[in-house]
């Protein structure tokens, strides 16, 4: 069983805390909720492991927004996404590129519904669509539909986002 963890945890750790990372937008945080999330798999140990992994995760980003509202406090947009790191050495003008493209995918991201929201996210932590469905409550049939219109609800808010972002320079 220990093997099994191990793999499990090598296997989707990366994945989990990008997820959590497009939840709460700080890397030191959705690093410290990945490593919540195992502490609680080694504890409970679930039939489903990896659907029960992402369930944890949507449940503990929830919990996390919450507070940072109690507390009023901005979620923090970091510099880059946990756990990439760059294939050649990155200048200043890379770092504002990178901040620019995450914030507008932010942004755009706000846009949608939670569903939409979740539904991507999870696809692009790389769930299946069956554990797409566990999660979500939606039936497995419908996160393809779900998915291909939520991917398009995104690229038309990024792309007014960008045609706003023009006409504004332009005036």
């Known amino acids: 069983m220990a093997d099994e963890l191990e793999e499990l945890y090598q296997s989707t750790y990366t994945a989990v805390v990008r997820y959590l990372y497009r939840k709460v937008w700080d890397a030191d945080r959705a690093e410290d909720l990945a490593q919540e999330v195992f502490m609680r798999l080694l504890a409970h140990r679930p039939e489903k492991p990896r659907a029960w992994i992402f369930a944890v995760a949507a449940n503990l980003a929830r919990d996390e927004a919450r507070a940072a509202i109690r507390r009023r406090r901005h979620l923090v947009l970091m510099q880059s996404e946990p756990g990439v790191l760059p294939s050649r050495p990155r200048g200043a003008e890379d770092q504002v590129e990178d901040d620019e493209q995450s914030a507008q995918v932010k942004l755009a991201l706000g846009t949608l519904s939670s569903r939409d929201q979740e539904v991507l996210l999870l696809w692009d932590a790389g769930l299946s669509y069956p554990e797409i469905a566990e999660q979500s409550g939606l039936a497995v049939g ?15 808010a990024h792309e007014r986002q960008n045609y706003h972002e023009a006409d504004v320079a332009h005036s």
């Open 142 to 156: 419908a996160i393809g539909t779900t998915l291909a219109r939520a991917r398009r609800r995104l690229v038309e």
